[in-house]
């Protein structure tokens, strides 16, 4: 036989299953006993011990009773109250790939740097991107630290992340705002200039009310990831991109659904990227997001000669080694090309 895998054999006691690997290049055969009597049986003892193979077993005999699955349990409720729902989704997702390969019994305290180097190394060949296995990744190590912080594990474990291409961050050109902002309704264009002059997220600009605004100087207090507050100057473009606004009894920018009708209570994120999509079909742009825009304003900012920290505060970044990277994708005059095309 060439391949590896399971297969029947005679013997003088009768048919046997048996499986094959490779190990230290040598095809190497073992019999799996008088008690294995199906292939299905033989195939998911094989399975085991390739999976025991490729990741390192994992010991099941140790004092520390946290399994994977109490993790995973324990951490999204206590964070359920702090996250969005798309990012407890994500944790979960990314709990389950790691319990769907170690199984939901593994015991925590046995996912040490070295076991998750080599699943992460499993995952690539399973075909996941890089960026895939990362976010995996970095939510594991959330949960980790987590149970480490609350003593339900010794120590968490150093989680090495995979080396990637880091992309410079994009931004649109003068050129592609002004064919943006052109393409959009009135009521749109407000909404992207807002965005532009402001470097926040979907998320924040729909969450922001008339009660966060302060007039002297113009302000906005904004609350971003991990509800984090952070204080946003409103320069004159995006004061004029709130001009015309509804009394200010409620949300900050009601832009409404012209093609429904309804109003901004029912308006969604997704939404806002839906809007931004057609938007930007209708100016023939290609491969640019919504997010872009908040890009665009970290670029300008860092080009216009704005200290990096000053930039890490108005955008909220955690780190200020997120916000040096713009300093990659900086064009000397995008500031007053911005100016004229808006």
């Given at each position: ?41 033989a195939q998911k003892v094989w399975d085991q011990a390739e999976h025991n193979r490729i990741m ?31 990012s407890l989704d994500r944790y979960d997702v990314s709990l389950r790939m790691l319990a769907k ?98 470097a926040c997220r979907r998320s924040e600009a729909r969450s922001l009310r008339w009660e966060h ?130």
């Amino acid at each position: 036989m060439t391949n590896m895998g399971v297969f029947r054999r005679k013997t003088k006691s009768g048919y046997r299953w048996y499986g094959q690997w490779w190990k230290e290049g040598r095809r190497v055969t073992r019999s799996f006993g008088p008690k294995i009597k199906t292939r299905a049986q033989a195939q998911k003892v094989w399975d085991q011990a390739e999976h025991n193979r490729i990741m390192g077993k994992l010991g099941v005999l140790d004092s520390s009773p946290l399994t994977l699955e109490q993790l995973k349990t324990k951490f999204l409720e206590t964070k359920a109250a702090h996250l969005a729902p798309k990012s407890l989704d994500r944790y979960d997702v990314s709990l389950r790939m790691l319990a769907k390969d170690f199984g939901d019994g593994a015991r925590v305290k046995h996912l040490t740097s070295r076991v998750l180097s080599r699943w992460a190394s499993h995952r690539l060949q399973e075909g996941v991107s890089p960026a895939g296995v990362n976010c995996d990744l970095r939510h594991i190590r959330a949960a980790l630290n987590w149970a480490a912080h609350h003593d339900l594990m010794e120590k968490a474990p150093h989680v090495e992340m995979v080396l990637t291409t880091k992309p410079l961050p994009r931004h649109l050109t003068p050129e592609q705002l002004d064919a943006l902002l052109s393409a959009s309704p009135p009521e749109r264009r407000r909404l992207w200039v807002f965005l532009i002059w402001t470097a926040c997220r979907r998320s924040e600009a729909r969450s922001l009310r008339w009660e966060h605004v302060e007039w002297n100087p113009p302000a906005a207090t904004i609350t971003g990831k991990g509800s984090k507050e952070r204080k946003v100057p409103l320069l004159p473009l995006a004061v004029a991109a709130m001009a015309g606004l509804p009394a200010p009894d409620g949300p900050i920018c009601p832009w409404p659904r012209q093609d429904i009708g309804s109003v901004w209570p029912e308006v969604t994120v997704d939404i806002f990227t839906r809007w931004f999509q057609k938007d930007r079909r209708a100016a023939k742009l290609s491969g640019v997001r919504l997010h872009d825009l908040r890009h665009t304003a970290i670029t300008y900012m860092i080009s216009r000669g704005v200290k990096p920290r000053v930039v890490q505060e108005i955008a909220g970044h955690e780190s200020i080694v997120t916000t040096e990277g713009y300093s990659r994708a900086v064009v000397t005059d995008l500031y007053e090309q911005m100016m004229e095309g808006l």
